[in-house]
DNA sequence: TATGTTATCTAACATCTTGTTCGATTATAT
DNA sequence: ATATAATCGAACAAGATGTTAGATAACATA
């Protein structure tokens, strides 16, 4: 890819993030990002077609590269680092929330966040499917697995957006224990 | 209140719903609005300084509507009804939502289902928290109490979109069979 | 270094949306 | 019947959107 799309491509995001600090998704204008980005209008246009298409790929980026590092067994975030349960992976979730990378709070800490989480959602929701299938688990109670799965992540979606709310002021570890106490139990 | 305000008032919240059957509240006008309502313009903005004002007044009508229904004990929903537990009242809330009083499907049935539900997730919040105060529960586990609300009133509304998206193939009976599968054990 | 390609910039453009204001008109309550 | 209050319709400024065009600059490659 070409430096400059590169570059270009870096600001926008970075703008992005920047006004998702201060206002919430639905009160950013084109307009706002092109100038915080310091870009020309047409360049946005070049990139983007519209605002809806540039959270979605920002909401990739941040994904992917959470999921990635969150799935990597070399990575040293210490609990469960050997077993690529989703137990495992809900906590190294947590954890990369917390550590901030990629201005992921500027995503997180507005109205906006839901956005995001429904993106992570939808992928966890595969994540866990799969682990499901993986393991043969017998089916439990009468619940459709389905449902199951969209109550574990949704669970956990819903609990990211209550540590948000409530400031952080729980670990991921205290997190994913509560998460455990909720979860375990049904399975 | 004047009988024109009433009207008024009718034809916004009617367009608005007509609207949303089509599409998500982020890409309706307030343009949109008038026109459909068949209303001057002028006349939209001394009713409401805001679409998103419009929306949160269209969120508080049909919520208090339906936990009004669902709450009074007159009612005759068969299940539960001598007992004003959550418990009872999830299932009630479910068949309000299925029997789609004030075209609620209109709010439920598309992008903006997210607005309302978290205004929904709200209120239930303060509902269990009550509940949970006049019960005099002891403490589970080493659950923060706000966490275990939250994930109940959590696990609802998520269980809520899964419903809509899944084109509501369940009753409401089913899914609060579900519902007390995931959460009883926790309790 | 030379060259063709490609991204960016600037400015302009029509079109749409928003929110406000005005006086004229009409429905309402009593 | 009358005073009150809501609606209408038109017009307005300010700003956003998405597109176009030619000029300029940065890039990859040989």
Redesign the pocket.
């Known amino acids: ?9 870096e ?1 926008i995001f970075q703008a992005f993030s920047t006004l998702l600090e201060k206002k919430s998704y639905n009160h ?7 100038d915080t ?11 983007f ?3 809806y298409e540039l959270l979605n790929a920002v909401c990739k980026e941040l994904f992917e590269h959470i999921i990635d590092s969150a799935m990597d067994k070399t990575h040293t975030h210490g609990l469960y680092s050997n077993e690529e349960t989703p137990q495992s992976v809900f906590c190294h979730l947590l954890q990369h929330l917390q550590e901030n990378d990629n201005n992921i709070w500027g995503l997180l800490s507005c109205e906006s966040s839901e956005i995001f989480l429904r993106y992570f959602k939808d992928s966890l929701n595969e994540l866990i499917q799969t682990q499901f299938v993986n393991h043969n688990r017998k089916p439990n109670q009468d619940l459709p697995q389905e449902y199951l799965v969209n109550h574990i992540s949704g669970s956990f979606v819903e609990m990211v957006l209550w540590w948000l709310k409530d400031k952080k002021t729980h670990t991921p570890e205290e997190l994913y224990c509560y998460f455990r106490a909720v979860i375990e139990p049904i399975l």
């Open positions: 890819m070409d430096r400059r799309q590169k570059k270009t491509r600001a950013i204008t084109v307009q706002e990002i092109i980005a310091n870009i020309g209008r047409s360049t946005f246009y070049a990139h077609e519209t605002k």
